[in-house]
C-alpha cells in the first residue's frame, strides 16, 4: 500500500505530533507514505474566505503534484482533507471553476485524483480486521468519547465521509482497540478553531468548553480526535476555560493515531506523546497487554 | 426578527450578484431554520443563517453585509448539510464576505478580514503558512499584543509553533495563483 502523503502546514508547527504519531504507524503497518514534494498550502478557511477560485486553486496544485506521482493522496488534517476534495467538486461539477483553476495554475486538471484521510485508510484499505490483528496491546477499561468536528464529515457531499450526523469510524477504530468507545452527543460539533487566533477567542473558548464539558457527563477520560485544528483547540483552551469558568477539566486530548501507535506498541516517545498539554500519562498507564 | 421593508424599494438588492457569486438559487428556501437551529455560532451573532436568507430574499442592500454573522460564521458547514433543499450556504456566507471586502462594509470585532490577509500573506511568500508571522502581522494590526501571551511559554516548551518559516519548493505556482486572482479582481473593476 503507498500513498502520496499531503502533511499540511500544522505538521511543522502545532501538530508536529500527529505527523509523528502517523508517520510511526504507517510504517509499523507497512504502508508506505511518499510525502509530496513541494506541497503547499490548500487555502484553508482565509483560502475560501477570499476568493472561490483562490481557494480552489491552491488546493488543485497539491491535486496535480500527485497526479504526477499516480497515487491517491493520504490527508491527516481535518481541514487539508476538507479543502483538498472540495477542489475535486468544483473541478468535477462546475466547468467553469475547471477553466479558472486551470487558468490560475497554468495546467488542466480533471478532479480525479482520490484523497483520503488516513482513517479511511486504516478503515477501508488496510481493514478494521487486519489492524485487530496488528494490535499488541489494549484500551480495554478505557472510556473514550470520538470527537469528529466538522470538517471531516461535513459537507457530506463533498467528503463522502462516514455518516455527517452520527459518524462511527473513529469509534470503530476504538472498538478495535478494544476501548469503550461512548455514545455522546457533540460528537460532529464544531470548535470554532477558525476564528480561535483572532481576537474573538472568548466565544472559541465557550464551545471548546461545552464539547468537554459534554465529553466528561459522559464519562469520557480522554477525547480522541483526528483533526490537528480541534486538537490543539480543545487541549490548550482548557487553560482559558480554568481561566474564564473555573472549570478544571484536565481531559487528555490525543490523536487517534497516538491512541493506535500505543496499541501497535510503539515507543511513546514516536508517538509525540510529550508534546500534549493536558498530560496523557493516565492513558498510557491504561494501556494494557493484549488479552 | 423583525424585517423592516422600505416602500417602493426597487431592483433587487444583493440577492441576484449573491447567487451568481455563489452559484446557489435562495429561492428554493422556505424557511425551516433548520440551518439555524444548528449554527454553531447564530447564539453569538446578531442574526441566524435563515434570516440571512430571508433579508436577501426580501431585497437587502449593501446594509446586510455589516451583519456581524458574515465574520462570526466558523465555516462549519452544518447549515449546509442539514438543508433539505441542499441549500450552500457557506458558499453564500464566502460570497457575502467577498462582497463585505470590495464595498467596505464595517469589520465587527475580531478583525477576521485582517486575519485572512496575513494568513495569505505567508502562504504567498512561503508557500505554506508561518503562523509566528501571520499572528505578528495580525496582533500588530488589532494592538492585541497581550491576548494568548499567557500560554506563549507552554507553546514554545511543547513546540507548538514553529520559530522559522518552512518553505515550500512549489512557490512559483502559489505565487502565480495568487497573481491571476489579483489580474482577474482588477479586470473586474
Known amino acids: ?291 | 426578527m423583525t424585517i423592516r421593508i422600505k416602500k417602493g424599494q426597487t431592483g433587487k438588492g444583493l440577492l441576484d450578484t449573491v447567487e451568481k457569486m455563489s452559484g446557489v438559487d435562495l429561492g428554493v428556501c422556505y424557511q425551516c431554520k433548520k440551518c439555524s437551529c444548528g449554527c454553531t455560532v447564530s447564539n453569538h451573532a446578531q442574526s441566524p443563517p435563515s434570516e440571512i436568507i430571508r433579508r436577501l430574499q426580501l431585497g437587502a442592500g449593501d446594509e446586510l453585509l455589516n451583519n456581524d454573522l458574515i465574520w462570526t460564521c466558523v465555516s462549519c458547514e452544518t447549515c449546509f448539510a442539514r438543508c433539505p433543499m441542499g441549500i450552500d450556504m457557506v458558499s453564500i456566507m464566502d460570497a457575502l464576505r467577498k462582497l463585505a471586502i470590495e464595498r467596505k462594509a464595517a469589520i465587527p470585532e475580531g478583525n477576521v478580514p485582517l486575519f485572512n490577509k496575513a494568513f495569505l500573506k505567508t502562504v504567498n511568500i512561503f508557500g505554506r503558512t508561518y503562523d509566528l508571522g501571520l499572528m505578528a502581522m495580525y496582533k500588530i494590526g488589532t494592538s492585541s499584543y497581550r491576548q494568548d501571551t499567557e500560554k506563549l511559554p507552554i507553546i514554545l516548551k511543547k513546540k507548538k509553533i514553529a520559530i522559522l518559516p518552512s518553505w515550500s519548493t512549489n512557490r512559483k505556482t502559489v505565487k502565480r495563483i495568487f497573481e491571476k486572482v489579483r489580474q482577474n479582481k482588477e479586470s473586474l473593476k
Not at chain 1, 505538521?11 to 509499523?28: I, M, N, P, T
Request: hydrophobic share 40%.
Open chain 1, 1 to 291: 500500500m503507498k500513498y502520496a502523503y499531503y502533511p499540511g502546514c500544522s505538521s511543522e508547527s502545532s501538530a508536529r505530533d500527529q505527523h509523528a504519531s502517523s508517520l510511526a504507524v504507517a510504517k509499523a503497518l507497512g504502508i508506505d507514505f511518499v510525502e509530496i514534494e513541494g506541497w503547499s498550502c490548500c487555502g484553508a478557511t482565509p483560502g475560501h474566505h477570499t476568493d472561490r477560485v483562490l481557494a480552489a486553486a491552491l488546493s488543485t496544485a497539491n491535486l496535480i503534484l500527485a497526479q504526477d506521482m499516480g497515487l491517491d493522496v493520504v490527508v491527516n488534517c481535518a481541514a487539508c482533507y476538507s479543502r483538498l476534495k472540495m477542489a475535486n467538486y468544483e473541478v468535477l461539477n462546475h466547468s467553469d471553476m475547471r477553466k479558472k483553476i486551470a487558468e490560475a495554475i497554468g495546467r488542466d486538471y480533471n478532479g480525479r485524483v482520490n484523497v483520503k484521510h488516513f482513517m479511511e485508510v486504516l478503515l477501508e484499505d488496510y481493514g478494521a480486521d487486519a489492524l485487530e490483528k496488528a494490535f499488541t496491546r489494549s484500551l480495554a477499561g478505557l472510556k473514550v468519547a470520538s470527537y469528529y468536528g466538522c470538517l471531516l464529515v461535513r459537507p457530506n457531499e463533498v467528503t463522502h465521509f462516514d455518516d455527517p450526523e452520527n459518524p462511527k469510524s473513529l469509534d470503530n477504530l476504538v472498538k478495535a482497540m478494544g476501548g469503550e468507545s461512548l455514545d455522546w452527543p457533540y460528537k460532529v460539533e464544531c470548535c470554532g478553531n477558525s476564528l480561535s487566533l483572532t481576537t474573538k477567542s472568548e466565544l472559541v473558548v465557550s464551545l471548546s468548553d461545552s464539547i468537554i464539558g459534554m465529553a466528561r457527563a459522559a464519562g469520557a477520560e480522554c477525547i480522541a480526535v483526528a483533526c490537528p485544528l480541534c486538537q490543539v483547540n480543545l487541549d490548550l483552551r482548557q487553560i482559558d476555560i480554568r481561566k474564564q469558568t473555573g472549570r478544571h477539566y484536565d481531559m487528555p486530548i490525543l490523536y487517534i493515531t497516538q491512541l493506535i501507535g500505543l496499541c501497535l506498541g510503539i515507543p511513546v516517545e514516536e508517538l509525540g506523546l510529550n508534546k500534549l498539554v493536558v498530560s496523557p500519562s493516565t492513558i498510557i498507564n491504561a494501556v494494557k497487554a493484549a488479552a
